[in-house]
């Protein structure tokens, strides 16, 4: 049903394509669903990735920039030297397929925790966080004038809607209304200088092979704003997966990535990026929350989900961490 | 009064069951669902053994802190509140050493694997 329906829709755009095999849905994504297959061409198979919005998935959520974007934002990504999956192909209503696009398949592995550990990555991983520096320098350096439209965000208006996200849980967190205070007190202001944004550039969003990175996924949540926040963001302690002296996604220093992003020809600040990376603790926070809403709200109760929102209180340890170390001494 | 034998014992029968006799039996999908379920049970397990204490360490610490007696929950949304208005601080004495040690209290339930609090509980034991 599926390789049909794929079939059809790979033998419009794709010349001497003769059909798809070994379709197969992939587990993971909980807003939007991703299939591998393969093309089948009498040159070679090529690998190829679908991704979707579910059926009867309603309107997207107010946070995310949509799928038609997000392929544009990659297609850009590629053409830029992004490391970035080629997208092959923005779903029409003819395919009868819902929204999506399909993209080329990049080899390599995107679970943090095989990332962290497996042997093959060993040559990898100490210079990952210097090249995680670069590929953001590249992001930041796409062209406004080719960009889709998206939402442009201030660290104001950010904190707005997690104060609403957190109202919402109805449950008191003290040290959620500590970090909401300090970030309210302690806001920057918006950067002088604005940029694409990722939004989720984070260890678990990345294909990584031996060789270092191959492709940055998930730019559903991409907008406009200050580039020290993809950096903070990298560097939440939810995101080192255990190796939590090194800041940058378990994988090495801040430095090593400033030195990777100034390298690539881009100034950092990072006054900014350690603001952004307490914003980047809360909002996971947040997320793990809304995660518990879900699991209550929607009919299949997911199990997955339900303990998610159990992971609210590890962002709360790492906020006290940032906000208030022990010893006496805290961030004011 | 309920009998025994206790809730405790009873999620944790269960939990060992499937671990020890079902996990070997499942595979794909299923047994990583199997293995967040065994989790849950975890969880439950070691909430229904320590909420007791900590909740009532808890409870006195907010009834110093605020001047005021409660349930364990009106408390904390008392505070919480105080905290949004910016009437209690991190400079207001005992602030932190409540936050940390209710934060404390949470992992050992939630997630007593997590890097942050297993360094934290080391810490702890040094001093």
């Given at each position: 049903?599926?390789?049909?329906?794929?079939?059809?829709?790979?033998?419009?755009?794709?010349?001497?394509?003769?059909?798809?095999?070994?379709?197969?849905?992939?587990?993971?994504?909980?807003?939007?669903?991703?299939?591998?297959?393969?093309?089948?061409?009498?040159?070679?198979?090529?690998?190829?990735?679908?991704?979707?919005?579910?059926?009867?998935?309603?309107?997207?959520?107010?946070r995310a920039a949509g799928l038609n974007a997000e392929a544009r934002l990659m297609q850009l990504a590629f053409d830029a030297g992004v490391p970035s999956p080629r997208v092959l192909h923005v779903l029409t209503p003819e395919d009868d397929l819902g929204p999506g696009f399909i993209m080329q398949r990049v080899d390599g592995e995107t679970i943090a925790r095989k990332i962290l550990r497996e042997e093959k990555f060993s040559h990898a991983r100490p210079k990952l966080a210097w090249q995680l520096g670069i590929v953001l320098a590249g992001i930041h350096s796409l062209p406004h004038t080719h960009l889709p439209e998206l939402r442009r965000m201030t660290a104001a208006k950010e904190l707005d809607e997690f104060e609403r996200d957190y109202r919402s849980l109805n449950w008191p967190k003290p040290?959620?209304?500590?970090?909401?205070?300090?970030?309210?007190?302690?806001?920057?202001?918006?950067?002088?200088?604005?940029?694409?944004?990722?939004?989720?550039?984070?260890?678990?969003?990345?294909?990584?092979?031996?060789?270092?990175?191959?492709?940055?996924?998930?730019?559903?949540?991409?907008?406009?704003?200050?580039?020290?926040?993809?950096?903070?963001?990298?560097?939440?302690?939810?995101?080192?997966?255990?190796?939590?002296?090194?800041?940058?996604?378990?994988?090495?220093?801040?430095?090593?990535?400033?030195?990777?992003?100034?390298?690539?020809?881009?100034?950092?600040?990072?006054?900014?990026?350690?603001?952004?990376?307490?914003?980047?603790?809360?909002?996971?926070?947040?997320?793990?929350?809304?995660?518990?809403?879900?699991?209550?709200?929607?009919?299949?109760?997911?199990?997955?989900?339900?303990?998610?929102?159990?992971?609210?209180?590890?962002?709360?340890?790492?906020?006290?961490?940032?906000?208030?170390?022990?010893?006496?001494?805290?961030?004011? | 009064?309920?009998?025994?034998?206790?809730?405790?014992?009873?999620?944790?029968?269960?939990?060992?069951?499937?671990?020890?006799?079902?996990?070997?039996?499942?595979?794909?999908?299923?047994?990583?669902?199997?293995?967040?379920?065994?989790?849950?049970?975890?969880?439950?397990?070691?909430?229904?053994?320590?909420?007791?204490?900590?909740?009532?360490?808890?409870?006195?610490?907010?009834?110093?802190?605020?001047?005021?007696?409660?349930?364990?929950?009106?408390?904390?949304?008392?505070?919480?509140?105080?905290?949004?208005?910016?009437?209690?601080?991190?400079?207001?004495?005992?602030?932190?050493?409540?936050?940390?040690?209710?934060?404390?209290?949470?992992?050992?339930?939630?997630?007593?694997?997590?890097?942050?609090?297993?360094?934290?509980?080391?810490?702890?034991?040094?001093?």
């Amino acid at each position: 049903m599926m390789e049909e329906k794929l079939a059809c829709c790979v033998g419009s755009w794709y010349p001497g394509a003769t059909g798809v095999t070994a379709a197969e849905k992939l587990s993971g994504g909980a807003s939007q669903e991703t299939w591998r297959f393969d093309i089948v061409h009498p040159e070679g198979n090529v690998g190829a990735i679908l991704r979707r919005a579910p059926r009867g998935y309603g309107a997207a959520p107010s946070r995310a920039a949509g799928l038609n974007a997000e392929a544009r934002l990659m297609q850009l990504a590629f053409d830029a030297g992004v490391p970035s999956p080629r997208v092959l192909h923005v779903l029409t209503p003819e395919d009868d397929l819902g929204p999506g696009f399909i993209m080329q398949r990049v080899d390599g592995e995107t679970i943090a925790r095989k990332i962290l550990r497996e042997e093959k990555f060993s040559h990898a991983r100490p210079k990952l966080a210097w090249q995680l520096g670069i590929v953001l320098a590249g992001i930041h350096s796409l062209p406004h004038t080719h960009l889709p439209e998206l939402r442009r965000m201030t660290a104001a208006k950010e904190l707005d809607e997690f104060e609403r996200d957190y109202r919402s849980l109805n449950w008191p967190k003290p040290v959620f209304e500590l970090a909401l205070r300090w970030l309210r007190d302690h806001d920057p202001g918006p950067s002088t200088e604005v940029t694409l944004v990722h939004g989720d550039f984070r260890n678990g969003n990345l294909i990584i092979g031996p060789d270092g990175v191959r492709a940055v996924l998930d730019w559903e949540l991409a907008h406009l704003g200050d580039p020290m926040e993809d950096l903070g963001w990298v560097c939440v302690n939810s995101w080192r997966f255990g190796e939590i002296d090194k800041p940058v996604g378990g994988f090495g220093s801040r430095e090593e990535l400033f030195a990777g992003y100034e390298a690539a020809g881009r100034r950092f600040n990072p006054a900014r990026v350690t603001f952004w990376e307490v914003m980047g603790t809360l909002r996971w926070g947040l997320m793990c929350g809304g995660m518990m809403q879900r699991f209550r709200e929607s009919p299949e109760h997911s199990m997955e989900r339900a303990m998610i929102g159990r992971r609210a209180s590890e962002t709360e340890i790492d906020l006290l961490k940032l906000l208030a170390t022990r010893g006496g001494e805290h961030a004011r | 009064m309920q009998d025994e034998p206790t809730p405790i014992e009873l999620t944790k029968t269960v939990a060992d069951f499937l671990r020890n006799d079902i996990t070997p039996m499942i595979s794909g999908h299923n047994a990583f669902r199997l293995r967040v379920a065994i989790n849950i049970l975890d969880l439950v397990t070691r909430q229904l053994t320590l909420e007791g204490g900590s909740d009532a360490r808890e409870v006195e610490r907010l009834t110093s802190l605020l001047g005021m007696t409660g349930s364990v929950i009106e408390l904390n949304r008392v505070l919480a509140e105080r905290i949004a208005k910016g009437e209690v601080d991190l400079r207001t004495s005992g602030l932190a050493e409540h936050l940390w040690q209710t934060t404390m209290d949470k992992l050992a339930v939630d997630q007593p694997n997590y890097a942050t609090y297993k360094r934290e509980l080391a810490r702890d034991k040094r001093a």
